[in-house]
């Protein structure tokens, strides 16, 4: 007899055959471009592709083994915004510097620490307009 899906012996089971993840760190940068004016901003009219093509060269220039660096369209945190989420840890962060891009690879994703004042939280979200 098989295990339901959601039980433990199932999840455990699945887990033992998922293949090893291709990436140690998965950095995905919203690029998202909404027009102008439009109330909740967009990470692109922020700096988001430039800071984006930073990191990936500054990545290589650190020797970053295992990482790859990849735009995303909207990941809907744009009044945060430019927003980059690093997986697997589901970590979100604020950088709108190069320094910030810096910090961040370095200490996340080379390291395997956090940048505390950069960091999104779910509660950080403002009230989004419709």
Known sequence: MTAPPDSPDSRDSLSREDPAPFYDRHVFVCTNERPAGHPRGCCSGKGSVRLR??????AKELGLAGVRINS????????????????PEGVWYRCA??????RVLEAHVR???RVADLMLRPGDDP???K
């Open 127 to 129: 009230e989004k307009k």
């Open 97 to 102: 510097t190069r320094e910030d891009v810096d």
């Open 72 to 87: 995303a369209g909207c990941l809907d945190r744009c009044e945060l915004g430019p927003t980059m989420v690093i997986y």
């Open 53 to 58: 093509d930073y990191m990936k060269a500054r």
């Open 111 to 113: 390291d395997g620490g």
